[in-house]
């Protein structure tokens, strides 16, 4: 019972952080357009802060856009063999696709160390409008980055977490199409 | 790069996602190249395909999509059109065309356009005596129109990968969008009076102004939306965030039918389609790092020109290879992997680079109403409850449809290019 207590925490918790991102990507370009036509005075952070925000609420969404089948799979093969076979199949389609996003994340990781070491300009702007010129030092670019490793990781995780209903499928008698739920009609 | 091909294909015939297959088929191809230590520009690729800034536009258009369709505007939209052309023979037919044609300017998607105009027609049209398949098909066929009309998330991306005006891009789109609406009510009309479809009942003449009202702001975002990025007043991202403000106005205070909650919800999704997606552009731009490291673009685009110089073979080989390639590729996916190689071979055809989009994405629209990999016809078939096979059949007088459209915007350069030159002089 408890870890579907935690599942639901962490859910309702990303849920919460994309609707906050979404929030802020709308308030921050239209500010930016009140700004730019009403007072005649562009915000220079808006565009670059607006990216990141996409970067983030993109990766840390792909495991929701995983779940509803927002990406299309082909399940021609998987319908024409028998149960075994069907779920044999699932698992090791998903042991190379959780494999794929571990590796993506620690390569991620790996890139955002070695590309990130710079402070993010759009914050370093924002300190500097806020605390002049005794700002502290914003942010670095790595974690803009660290999102693709986040986001990777997050959906390995739940791929691994597919894996392992599958094979509780094995055991129990039950069908591939039993367990894939209709929320992922179009993965069917 | 026939490793990259064949471990591609098998990914995607055992069941893999197509996206994770792309992803999968380029580390499988470092790996048997003994290039592994390449593994660090995969990342630095996925993240340079989504961090742009004209891709802002896809979140503020999926948004105002969502918000509209909240707003419960679909059931508005399908009263309207029904108002409009419903009393004809067939006329449910021709109202799922017409409205098709205007949610296009709310949803920039055809998956989106076919799951909103789906779930209220299909069921429509089955409860008149409309065979189901048939209902289900028309609304695949009406779903391309999304992506034609402005907004269209595949024709920022071809404009993102290209540097092509968005407004233009935008503008072209419209003349085939109608000229493939008007196809198809002819087509419904015909067909009705075949198999004798019923007229439907009229809509009370009480409704009509209400309905009018309700119905005209969500006509008005697309002329908004071009309007606004064609004068010079908003960049095609401002544009696509005023977009998604105007929607939320209008559920909050026209229909008054948007809720704290559903706006959440609203937000949400977006954030989750958003993400689809991204993740598509993120996969696919690996396969476009390991294209370019074995100069394939400029390979395939030699090979062309031995084979051809003339341009309107090159251009009927492209047709053939772009549906070709929609069957198997999501239409983004499928930009994102030939764009760099098209880009290549346009400036050789002589064809206007607006046109090319336009083409382009006809082409890759095409493959989401045709199996294999169809998602428009997934998405029909699914809320019809039919077999896909009984779908696809029904579809393929429409495909040939789609065909002449496609054929007209590959040779007829007017098709897309007088409405983007029309409205040029007259910008300040």
């Known amino acids: 019972m408890s870890h579907t207590a935690v599942n639901r925490a962490l859910r309702t918790g990303l849920r919460a952080v994309l609707i906050a991102l979404m929030v802020g990507l709308i308030t921050v370009m239209s500010t930016q357009i009140v700004m730019r036509y009403g007072l005649n005075s562009s915000l220079l952070w808006s565009e670059e802060l607006c990216r990141y925000m996409l970067i983030w609420a993109a990766f840390l969404a792909m495991i929701f856009a995983y779940e509803r089948g927002e990406i299309a799979a082909l399940s021609i093969l998987a319908n024409a063999l028998p149960r075994k076979g069907a779920l044999g199949l699932a698992i090791f389609g998903g042991v190379l696709s959780a494999l794929m996003c571990f590796m993506l994340a620690w390569y991620g990781y790996r890139f955002a160390s070695l590309a990130g070491g710079q402070p993010i300009p759009a914050i370093s702007f924002i300190y500097g409008d806020i605390f002049g010129a005794d700002a502290p030092e914003a942010p670095k670019v790595f974690w803009v980055y660290a999102a693709l490793p986040f986001g990777m990781a997050l959906l390995g995780l739940r791929i691994v977490f597919d894996i392992w209903l599958y094979l509780k499928a094995w055991t129990s008698g039950r069908t591939l199409a039993d367990i894939v739920s209709p929320e992922r009609g179009l993965s069917q | ?428």
């Open chain 2, 1 to 428: 790069m026939t490793i990259y091909v064949l471990a591609f294909l098998g990914f995607m015939v055992i069941g893999i996602p197509i996206a994770f297959s792309l992803g999968l088929a380029s580390v499988a191809y470092l790996i048997v190249n003994d290039q592994f230590h390449l593994m660090i520009g995969f990342p630095q690729k996925m993240i340079a395909g989504i961090d742009n800034f004209v891709l802002l536009t896809i979140p503020f258009f999926i948004l105002a999509g969502n918000l509209m369709n909240s707003a419960d505007l679909t059931r508005q939209i399908v009263r309207f059109a029904q108002m409009l052309v419903g009393r004809v023979r067939g006329g449910l037919a021709v109202v799922n065309v017409v409205a098709s044609m205007m949610f296009s300017g709310v949803s920039g998607a055809a998956t989106a356009e076919a799951s909103a105009i789906g779930s209220i027609m299909i069921p429509a049209m089955r409860r008149d005596g409309y065979k189901p398949e048939y209902a289900a098909a028309l609304t695949a066929a009406g779903s391309i129109l999304g992506p034609l009309v402005p907004p269209s998330l595949a024709l920022i991306l071809y404009g993102v990968l290209t540097g092509t005006s968005i407004g233009d891009l935008f503008l072209a789109g419209i003349a085939p969008a109608f000229l493939l609406c008007g196809l198809l009510i002819c087509y419904a009309l015909i067909k009705a009076r075949r198999e004798d479809h019923p007229v439907p009942e009229p809509v009370p003449a009480n409704e009509r102004l209400g309905l009018t009202i309700k119905a005209l702001p969500a006509l008005l975002l697309p002329v908004i939306i071009v309007g606004g990025i064609r004068s010079g007043v908003f960049t095609p991202t401002e544009a696509a965030a005023v977009a998604a403000v105007y929607a939320l106005f209008i559920g909050v205070f026209l229909y008054r039918t948007l809720s704290l909650a559903k706006i959440g919800a609203a937000f949400y999704e977006t954030a989750t389609m958003t993400a689809g997606v991204m993740l598509i552009v993120a996969m696919a731009s690996m396969t476009s790092f390991i294209l370019g490291i074995e100069n394939i673009p400029q390979a395939i685009a030699a090979g062309l020109l031995d084979f051809s110089t003339e341009p309107w073979v090159l251009i009927l080989l492209l047709n053939v290879v772009l549906l070709f390639l929609g069957l198997f590729l999501e239409p983004l996916a499928a930009l994102v992997l030939v764009m760099p190689i098209l880009n290549q071979i346009s400036p050789l055809i002589g064809i206007d680079p607006v046109q090319f989009g336009v083409m382009v994405v006809l082409n890759l629209m095409i493959g989401m109403i045709t199996p294999p990999v169809g998602l428009c016809l997934f998405i029909v078939a699914a809320i019809g409850k039919l077999r896909l096979e009984r779908v696809a059949l029904a579809v393929l007088p429409m495909i040939g449809i789609c065909m002449i459209v496609l054929a007209l915007v590959a040779f007829v350069p007017a098709v897309t290019l007088t409405l983007p030159s029309l409205l040029s002089g007259s910008t300040p």
